[in-house]
């Protein structure tokens, strides 16, 4: 298995644009899980899906950032317009049957740079 | 509030050593505590889960303990390799918190020839 797949590995943009970061699951889990990581908050969760639908985004900062799972293989999470203070780098994970004592698998992050 | 507490932030170890990071959490009960190793660059990864009920679990050269009544879990490292430089996360699951994840800081081991 490849494990969780996410892209771009690196994103550098201007303040205002717009940004997607993608990715796609394990083949046969049913969670998957946004991570934001600072030096400052280390790992924070953003927004978690069950079989595709939104559970909890309540970790969403705030409404720049949206995200969707149009299908059991893919996500994206998007800023628009995104600022400097998002610069972190983001995680996805997915896992099989939550957050119980299933573990998560992570990707490898986006580092995201706003200048 | 549910927190999770490492101790220590960081700590340099020769090749070949053994060592022993803290994690406290406060607030219970909780569902399971995780330990994750996190190369730099690269996403976390799985080392050891143990339930309330167990109080030690091993994945290699890497144990992990729990104290359900202290609040307390270590992950101890024993005869060290240069693959050990990395950061280490202790994560609780509250139950109280709708079993959401809570990450500790993290500490920064660097293992040196």
């Known amino acids: 298995d490849a494990g969780v797949i996410q892209s771009p590995r690196h994103e550098v943009t201007e303040m205002g644009q717009e940004v997607t970061l993608r990715c796609k699951p394990i083949?046969?889990?049913?969670?998957l899980f946004w991570y934001r990581q600072t030096m400052m908050r280390g790992l924070e969760l953003l927004i978690y899906f069950n079989n595709n639908v939104p559970i909890d985004d309540s970790g969403m900062p705030e409404d720049r950032f949206s995200a969707k799972m149009p299908n059991a293989s893919f996500s994206t999470l998007k800023i628009q317009p995104s600022e400097p203070r998002d610069s972190a780098v983001y995680f996805c994970a997915s896992s099989f049957q939550g957050q119980g004592n299933s573990p998560l698998h992570f990707g490898n992050g986006t580092r995201l740079t706003v200048t | 509030k549910n927190q999770v507490e490492q101790s220590p932030q960081s700590l340099i170890i020769l090749e070949g050593k053994n060592c022993t990071l803290q994690?406290?959490?406060?607030?219970?009960?909780?569902?399971?505590l995780r330990w994750y190793k996190q190369d730099t660059g690269r996403g976390p990864v799985s080392l050891t889960i143990m339930t309330f009920s167990e109080n030690t679990k091993s994945n290699g050269r890497y144990t992990a303990t729990l104290d359900a009544d202290t609040k307390q879990s270590s992950l101890h490292i024993t005869a060290s390799q240069l693959s050990d430089s990395a950061s280490y996360i202790c994560v609780v699951t509250f139950k109280a918190a709708g079993n959401k994840l809570t990450f500790g800081g993290g500490t920064r081991v660097l293992v040196k020839p």
């Open positions: 994690c406290n959490y406060t607030v219970s009960p909780f569902s399971n």
């Open positions: 083949s046969g889990h049913d969670y």
